[in-house]
């Protein structure tokens, strides 16, 4: 079937005649109580009603993954079953229902036209590996609450932190997404340079830096103008030359910088800073250094494209998320650190409540959050399953299908911005504010008609829009498809 062309939603499936009887389960009045005893798995023996419910409920989603193309990846809104319980308990049946009408108006990442954000389908280990810590309730807040899974985390964040060039002695903890990593690192610098007691401390990062950071440093209760950014060049990278001005300028207003925060990979165009030169002049001013490495730091994990994070081992700390281009089942985010005692040093309580670790302080004695789930434990399977050949071939085909996109496009009428990485950002030359506004709304609304979702930034005061390519799905023909469908609209008129 041609992947873009818009077909109807997928009749409602029906359940396996043999699940039927449990699943239907004893008819009930709403007023009539389930025994909430049935919510909870057997601890005699295989559970042959826990066994059906998953079986059904997996069989449910491999249908959701499988009519991926028959649907669209931005369906519209429909009506939700309620939110709130109902007086009685809901046996199997309703619950999947229920499920399938919310599974019905989600986002499909795995919709070969899913090109929007940085959000890919989520490979398979990784959602297996979901369901078994859904499954184990373990806590990463303390060693006692999980054991195998605590040393684990080590040793996968340990792992990052080699293939990141960090010395013996770095580490790391997961956080839940970019936004938390990136503060979890900024609160380590600020207590690690002694800056605690200074609210005036101030972070340098670029302007096309994440908004994440502006939020940290508004959690972190630093002044309004905290958030200093410099200047990027033509290509969307940090200027040196105005990093060093501005850290002048702190010097004479007397004002000290808790960190620089470099970006391998920023979110509108995936420019990369050059860290080796920014880790030089962060050392050189006695600060800290920061990579936000959320979108890129993965490329350094294949030996064919590592040379695009030159520098990234000289940081104090880097974030990374493998729920982005490696599909790792959302969230899996990790912050590493040059040295792995300074997390312990800035997040440590004592935590007097549990028994001491062994190995190691405990996990919640590593960052903000106290009680966590096992993320580690998809990041890991997802890994193992990819293998290093597999992460290579994916980091790579998502560059190279960037690439052919980008010679589809007509560079004479638009401006193309893009780094190296897997994703790039257009707008028409000509266009002004409203123009650009105009053009993207009708070309983005064109373009889900057709299925092909891609996003609208606005970014230097106009709309652009932007085309990532971590879709393992999107095949050649639809990304010629979009680049025509885009030189049109400029051609045609449709702004
Ligand atoms: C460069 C960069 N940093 C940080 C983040 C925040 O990550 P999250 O959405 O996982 O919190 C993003 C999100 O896209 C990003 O692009």
């Given amino acids: ?24 389960g004893p008819a009930r009045s709403s007023s009539e109580a389930l025994d909430p005893l049935a919510a909870f798995a057997s601890p005699d023996g295989l559970d042959p009603q826990l066994q059906a419910f ?35 308990g809901l046996g199997a049946e309703r ?79 997961p956080a839940s997404g970019g936004t938390l990593s990136n503060l979890t690192a900024l609160v380590t610098a600020r207590h690690a340079l002694k800056l605690n007691a200074t609210s005036d401390a101030v972070v340098l990062t670029s302007d096309d830096a994440h908004v994440s950071l502006f939020k940290a440093c508004r959690v972190m209760g630093l002044h309004s103008d905290a958030l200093r950014r410099i200047p990027v060049d033509a290509t969307g990278c940090l200027r040196l030359d105005a990093l060093e001005d501005e850290l002048n300028r702190l010097a004479t207003e007397n004002r000290p910088c808790l960190a620089i925060v470099a970006t391998a990979g920023t979110t509108v165009r995936g420019a990369i800073d050059p860290l080796r030169e920014i880790a030089t002049i962060a050392r050189d001013h006695g600060t800290w250094m920061h990579v936000d490495g959320a979108i890129g730091a993965v490329f350094a994990l294949s030996g064919q494209t590592r040379a695009l994070m030159d520098g990234l081992g000289e940081a104090d700390s880097i974030t990374v998320n493998p729920q982005k281009l490696l599909g790792i089942a959302k969230t899996s985010s990790l912050l590493l650190v040059r040295d792995a005692s300074t997390l312990h040093a800035a997040f440590g309580t004592g935590l007097p409540y549990m028994e001491p670790a062994s190995a190691g302080p405990h996990g919640g004695e590593m960052g903000v959050q106290g009680s966590r789930p096992a993320e580690i434990l998809k990041l890991w399977l997802g890994l ?112």
């Fill in 54 to 88: 998953l079986e059904e409920a997996c069989a449910q989603l491999c249908r959701w993954f499988g009519s991926a193309n028959q649907r669209s990846p931005l369906p519209s809104l429909r009506l939700l079953p309620d939110a709130f319980p109902e007086v009685g």
């Fill in 1 to 24: 079937m041609d992947p873009f062309v818009p077909t109807n939603v997928p009749p409602k499936v029906t359940m396996d005649s043999d699940c039927d009887a449990f699943l239907q």
């Fill in 95 to 173: 619950l999947l229902d229920d499920l399938q009408q919310v599974m019905d108006g989600a986002y499909h990442p795995t919709h070969p036209g899913a090109l929007a954000h940085l959000d890919p389908p989520p490979n398979t280990a990784s959602i297996a590996a979901e369901l078994i810590c859904a499954g184990l309730n373990n806590n990463l807040l303390a060693e006692e609450l999980s054991p195998s899974l605590s040393q684990l985390e080590r040793q996968l964040c340990g792992w990052f932190a080699s293939c990141f060039d960090f010395p013996e002695g770095s580490g790391g903890v």
């Fill in 384 to 495: 193992r399953q990819l293998g290093m050949t597999g992460i290579n071939s994916l980091l790579n085909a998502a560059v190279e299908r960037r690439e052919r996109f980008q010679q589809s496009l007509d560079a004479q009428a638009l401006d193309l911005l893009s780094g190296p990485l897997h994703l790039l950002t257009c707008v028409p030359k000509d266009a002004d504010s409203d123009r650009s506004e105009r053009w993207s709304a009708r070309l983005r609304q064109r373009l889900l008609d057709e299925q092909i979702m891609v996003s609208r930034p606005h970014y230097r005061g106009r709309h652009h829009i932007k085309v990532v390519f971590g879709n393992p799905h999107t095949s050649d023909a639809l990304i010629h498809h979009l680049g025509m469908r885009i030189n049109e609209s400029i051609a045609g008129g449709l702004h």
